[in-house]
């Protein structure tokens, strides 16, 4: 399937053949017949890439000073990967379109094959002839809905929560400061609602659209005489009761003119992108005005739960979810009440999206609202998308499932690069990122199937996805006959590991978890001046917050912090020592979110060691991440964030000092190879990776336990 593509660091942007897009679980795949190209947000993001480096730190400070952080934690080389991984992707545009349901995915009764449906979301929303939209960003259409106006979905439910912000009663008056899109739209519903709407834009033209569609009962440019007398005299001299800001701009001219032209104890909605820096007097504090910020299509949005699990809010309880307001969006357009065909004054096939933005950006004549038309008669394969010009193979053969950020910074660029070895297959989520992945580490293909990925050209597979389908994805390459590497942590629950034991006895393939630090060269140092004698050893993770809404910590799909980060340290403790741990007790800080990142673990050992995981979620960032103390037999070491390994004992202390903090990446992955070439094992016995999972469930079940020893 074809998708309009843009590299964020050269702006070229290109309609390119990518997979088919995944169904995963609450999902559905719809053929789209249109998209629209909001000129606002997608228009800003491709401005900005076509500027120089210089110009985009401007437009971004805050991931210029995210960059500087990484340069100071983890050196030049993990910065520039991570820096150029986000330039050279592929982006995908778009996040508004409809049309029509080609594949459901489990779970989902919602949907039929054959349903019109209006999607919204970016990242799933896109132009691009073929989209996978989570149910409760996409809506069902009657059949006689024009797809064409459908297709306005994302924006007119945007509108639309601005207008319940504003929480408007009939008769009521409404100023819409910006009559762009989003403030046509608004306007609009505003109008269908009985209230009274005047429309203020810098455009005459915006301003003439809004008058001559009589979207508006007055229409004025913002620099018209006495323009403030007029909306009063419009209001009754009360002043509106409530005005809406639809503009996007970096003035303060909007904010300050809303609370000039505002009731008293009016109500002021920023739906645009405006800064909110008002002046205090006259207007605000006088006259008790109420700001209020429109988020996004309304409830429900940058909720996971909500978005991507499909778990509705009550409807009792939350009566417009970002799901509703599209219904009822929807709703108006195909009962009239609404007539939006004014706002496509541009209309391009989806071959020609490229000059469609380049009218965005140069803004060469008046527009509004811009559509891509799709050629619906074109048949949808699944078919894998060769990128390579040969398909050699060698002894070892890899193909990844997954490949985010950990993956293109970490795994691929550490395969070796020998005819031994062949890199195969790449499949991810999206088929822009397959693209990308496979086209940069120099694979034969990108996939669409899993079935593309486990066929007997692929001997050895990289899982590299969300936690929670590490797990099946390792049963399903060991049933495939496929030695597996898998990123931390195993699995996220023990009905699977026990899957997995049973998988790998049968197959008597490699099984490898990303357990890098336990091959940094420094620890390497570490493990050879203590030697075998029993020890205690200390590790202190200053892990920093991470939101409860993040999917780290949820617990289906992150498996939380424990079983998602912390299965490191255990695996780091277990190496050091060199003995399996056979009790450990757990006690965690009181949190209000019930997150579990911030706890002490005391772990004992079959030859008599112990140690202590303290991993904190509630200290400052300028402090460093990991600290390591170990003792043994009159020696002690201390490694510090993998850069500084200070040793005592006899004598005067052995420093080592690197520049660049290495926790080990490349070593573990060269090693991973290594081992397969040499005998078909991995380098980290499978009795050790059972182990070291099973430890992590036993902290979970001693945090519930009120920190009570249990045996692993």
Not at 269 to 284: H, I, S
Not at 343 to 348: I, Q
């Amino acid at each position: 399937m074809q998708q309009l593509t843009q590299k964020l660091g050269s702006g070229d942007m290109i309609i390119q053949e990518v997979p088919y897009p995944q169904l995963g679980k609450g999902m559905v795949i719809v053929k789209n017949h249109y998209s629209i190209i909001s000129a606002g947000t997608e228009g800003s993001t491709v401005v900005a890439a076509r500027k120089s480096l210089i110009g985009k730190a401007k437009e971004r400070p805050q991931q210029v000073k995210q960059v500087i952080d990484t340069l100071k934690k983890q050196g030049p080389i993990q910065t520039y990967r991570a820096v150029m991984k986000k330039l050279e992707a592929y982006s995908p545009l778009g996040y508004s379109c409809a049309g029509e349901v080609i594949e459901v995915g489990e779970g989902v009764t919602e949907f039929e094959v054959g349903d019109k449906v209006a999607c919204a979301g970016a990242g799933y929303a896109n132009h691009a002839e073929i989209v996978s939209v989570p149910i409760n960003l996409c809506v069902k259409l009657k059949d006689n809905a024009s797809l064409k106006d459908a297709a306005y979905n994302t924006v007119g439910a945007i509108s639309m929560q601005g207008v319940r912000q504003a929480d408007m009663r009939l008769g009521e008056s409404c100023v819409v400061i910006g009559l762009g899109l989003l403030g046509q739209l608004a306007a609009l519903i505003l109008k269908a609602s009985g209230v009274t709407v005047i429309g203020v834009d810098v455009s005459d033209t915006a301003v003439k659209q809004a008058v001559d569609n009589n979207v508006v009962d007055l229409g004025l440019t913002r620099n018209a005489t006495g323009i403030e007398e007029q909306i009063l005299g419009a209001t009754k001299g009360y002043g509106a009761d409530s005005i809406i800001i639809a503009a996007a701009t970096s003035s303060l001219d909007p904010i300050n003119f809303a609370g000039a032209i505002a009731r008293k104890k009016g109500k002021v909605v920023v739906l645009g992108a405006v800064p909110t820096g008002f002046e205090r007097d006259p207007f605000w504090y006088r006259k008790e005005l109420e700001l209020k910020m429109a988020c996004s299509y309304g409830p429900g949005r940058y909720d996971l739960n909500y978005e991507e699990k499909g778990i509705d809010y009550p409807l009792a309880y939350v009566r417009w979810t970002e799901n509703r307001n599209m219904e009822a969006f929807q709703n108006l357009i195909v009962t009239g009440k609404i007539n939006i065909d004014y706002l496509t004054t541009h209309e391009f096939d989806f071959d020609n999206a490229k000059e469609a933005f380049d009218l965005v950006v140069s803004k060469a004549e008046p527009f509004t609202g811009i559509a891509l038309k799709y050629n619906t008669e074109k048949a949808a394969n699944k078919n894998k998308i060769a990128t390579g010009e040969v398909e050699k193979l060698g002894e070892i053969n890899i193909s990844f499932i997954g490949a985010g950020s950990y993956a293109q910074g970490n795994l691929l660029p550490n395969i070796p690069e020998t005819n031994a070895v062949a890199r195969v297959g790449v499949l991810t989520n999206t088929g822009t990122t397959s693209k990308r992945v496979a086209e940069k580490f120099k694979f034969q293909f990108c996939a669409a199937k899993e079935e593309d990925i486990l066929d007997d050209k692929t001997n050895t597979v990289f899982v590299a996805t969300r936690h929670d389908s590490h797990g099946p994805y390792v049963l399903k390459s060991l049933k495939a006959n496929k030695n597996v590497f898998v990123e931390k942590p195993l699995c996220l629950l023990e009905s699977e590991l026990q899957e997995i034991i049973k998988a790998q006895a049968k197959a008597n393939k490699a099984v490898m978890v990303g357990f890098n630090r336990r091959f940094s060269p420094l620890t390497t140092k570490l493990k050879k001046a203590l030697g075998n004698n029993p020890m205690t050893m200390l590790y202190r993770i200053n892990a920093g917050a991470i939101p409860r809404g993040n999917w780290i910590q949820d617990l289906e799909i992150g498996g939380g912090r424990v079983l998602g980060e912390v299965c490191h340290f255990i695996d780091y403790l277990t190496y050091i020592n060199g003995s399996l741990p056979t009790k450990i007790s757990a006690t965690v800080l009181p949190d209000a979110n019930q997150l579990n990142d911030t706890l002490n673990i005391l772990m004992q050992f079959e030859n008599g060691s112990s140690g202590v995981i303290a991993y904190y979620a509630n200290g400052p960032k300028s402090m460093t991440k990991e600290y390591i103390e170990v003792f043994s037999a009159g020696q002690s070491s201390i490694l510090n964030d993998f850069k500084e390994l200070t040793i005592y004992g006899k004598g005067k202390p052995k420093k080592t000092k690197i520049f660049n903090q290495n926790k080990g990446q490349q070593e573990m992955v060269e090693a991973f190879v290594s081992g397969l070439l040499k005998n078909g094992r991995a380098p980290i016995e499978f009795e050790q990776i059972v182990a070291v999972t099973k430890a992590s469930f036993k902290v979970l079940e001693s945090i519930t336990c009120g920190g009570q020893q249990v045996e692993v």
